[in-house]
């Protein structure tokens, strides 16, 4: 990378709490239970920066992280060794095997050929069920003790497609892999995402994997009282103008002003993850003050009204209102996709 980048101020950025991720992390494993928190930390941890990541929740006791590709274990491997246990969630591929054969992860098993092609190496393994998802694992009918004979089981897990809703598909999947945990001779046992936690202790099992709750979303009434914000987006302020009546704002005039006001434009846009579905409903704040998005959010600039803020000026910076079950209803976004959208032009600074 050219040197030069460290000298040129960012128009925008995240502002990330690191102590909202280590208390989060802290409550979710409070609220597991028997069972120990371990942590999702794929697609860069949910778009935060894995490393600064896992050095933080290292550092406040977890021992289990999730990573989707060998890519993204390798990544965090020198902060891990000696200290972590990380599994691979997308298992092992013939041409992942030779680095994984020299990692000190492991493989989530999640197929008939998987297993074929990890057995014979004697290395310890996780296994993933298919309890219902009907995405990766193995299925319950195509379990058979015979088959893992020999072989060093770390956790035997499964994957709760609706935790977020009180629906019979949790009670099903949670019997269908209680009954196959019968067959997979584990030394631990994992089904609970940040959702299934809050299902209650039946779901905990040994290792609970909180994911999206880590970095600040709430998909059950029972976690918004133990989860806090972590990123907050932050824009400076290119321009400041004064609309008239009549006057239109942005692509295809989706705001009209109906009265004299002041506008400003802020340097980020759906290129940095603030979608178009921000577009009229989202929110900027400066010390209280709520400042409306005010039309077409475009790819690198965004309005908002400053009627409540007139003082603001060129080169001062507002807050972007991003609580995730917030920005998710003003832009009917999945909190998932509003967390690991944010983009990589945007700086993230831990506080």
Partial sequence: MDDRNQIIPATAKVKLDANALVANWRNLDRLSGNAQAGAAVKANAYGLGVRDVVQKLVVAGCRDFFVANWQEALEIE???????????????????????????????????????RWKPSGKTCDVMINSGMNRLGINRDDL???????????LAMSHLASADEDVVQNEDQLACYKAALETVPSQRNSLANSAGIALGSAYHFDVTRPGLSLYGGVQRPELKALIQQVAIPQAEILQVRSLQPGDKVGYNAQYV??????IATLAMGYADG??????????????????????????????????????????????????????????????????????????????
Avoid at 94 to 110: G, R, W, Y
Avoid at 257 to 262: E, I, R
């Fill in 78 to 116: 020198d902060l891990t060794a000696g200290v972590a246990a990380v599994s691979v969630l997308n298992g092992v591929r013939e041409q992942d095997m030779l680095f994984a054969l020299q990692s000190a992860a492991k493989p989530v098993i999640n197929s008939l050929e998987q297993l074929g």
């Fill in 274 to 351: 603030y979608l178009r579905g921000f577009s009229n409903s989202g929110v900027f704040t400066y010390q209280g003050a709520r400042l409306p998005v005010l039309g077409r959010v475009s790819m690198d600039l965004i309005a908002i009204d400053l009627s409540h803020a007139p003082a603001l000026k060129e080169e001062d910076w507002v807050d972007c209102e991003y609580d995730l079950q917030t920005a998710s209803a003003q832009s009917s976004l999945s909190q998932y996709e509003l967390i690991t959208g944010l983009g990589n032009r945007l700086p993230r600074e831990w506080t």
């Fill in 144 to 154: 058979d003790a015979e088959l893992f004979t020999g072989m060093s089981i770390d």
């Fill in 257 to 262: 002003a109906d009265h004299a006001h002041d």
